[in-house]
């Protein structure tokens, strides 16, 4: 049986998710898809700073090719809502975000996880067309979702799990913030996982900033 998990954002009325505040800056949503034989759907929303709007409020670019993400799918940020953070040194150790990660698998007990190329694609298409819609969601502006583009890599999944945050400063703040949320923390403690990419997408002309993308799996 095909278990599907999700941590997603508050207005993911469509999926129906419930929410909760958290206590982190910046938003963050997690997803993780495996063929385990269980079944369950869980919803957080992580806010710092400022409350979020609705789906259909925000940012949005005139002249972007048509939106099939699915309506109320996903999160916009309110103009200015964090105009005052900055984000100058702002940048993606790809070995370094790793190593933390492992780090907090090994207190749990679990195998380490290493970095994979395809996984790492998966997470940078993500991540770009986020920062072009200027937004945080599972969903692609084509409708895809994390499962449909750890395939598209030509990656074989038996496994996988995607977490996203949108205008956290640095690795570290994302991590807090994604340990600190049940389902977000769930995805970095798969004990069947093996592999991971992870990436960071900047648009200082955006109201979210910064755009990262983790995604966790195994092959089969």
């Known amino acids: 049986m095909l278990r599907v998990v999700f ?9 129906g998710l419930a929410a909760c505040s958290m206590n982190t800056t910046g938003l963050s949503s997690g997803f993780a898809e495996s063929n385990s034989v269980s079944s369950a759907t869980t919803g957080s929303l992580s806010s710092g700073r400022s409350s979020l709007t609705g789906s259909s409020s925000g940012t949005q670019v005139a002249a972007l090719t048509p939106d099939k993400a699915p309506s109320g799918s996903y999160e916009t940020a309110p103009r200015g809502a964090l105009s005052g953070r900055d984000y100058s040194a702002t940048q993606l150790s790809p070995d370094r975000a790793r190593d933390l990660i492992n780090q907090y698998r090994a207190e749990k007990g679990l195998k380490p996880l290493k970095l994979n190329a395809a996984l790492t694609e998966a997470a940078k298409a993500h991540s770009r067309d986020l920062a072009k819609w200027d937004r945080i969601s599972h969903y692609g502006s084509d409708g895809s979702n994390p499962w449909d583009r750890v395939k598209r890599t030509g990656y074989k999944p038996k496994l996988a799990a995607e977490n996203v945050g949108t205008g956290q400063i640095s690795f570290d703040e994302v991590l807090v913030g994604w340990k600190e949320s049940e389902g977000h923390n769930k995805n970095l403690l798969l004990a069947d996982a093996r592999e991971m990419g992870l990436a960071l997408v900047q648009d200082p ?7 990262w993308t983790l995604v966790i799996g195994s092959a089969m």
């Open 7 to 15: 941590v997603a954002v508050a207005a993911a009325l469509s999926l």
């Open 205 to 211: 002309k955006t109201e979210f900033k910064s755009f």
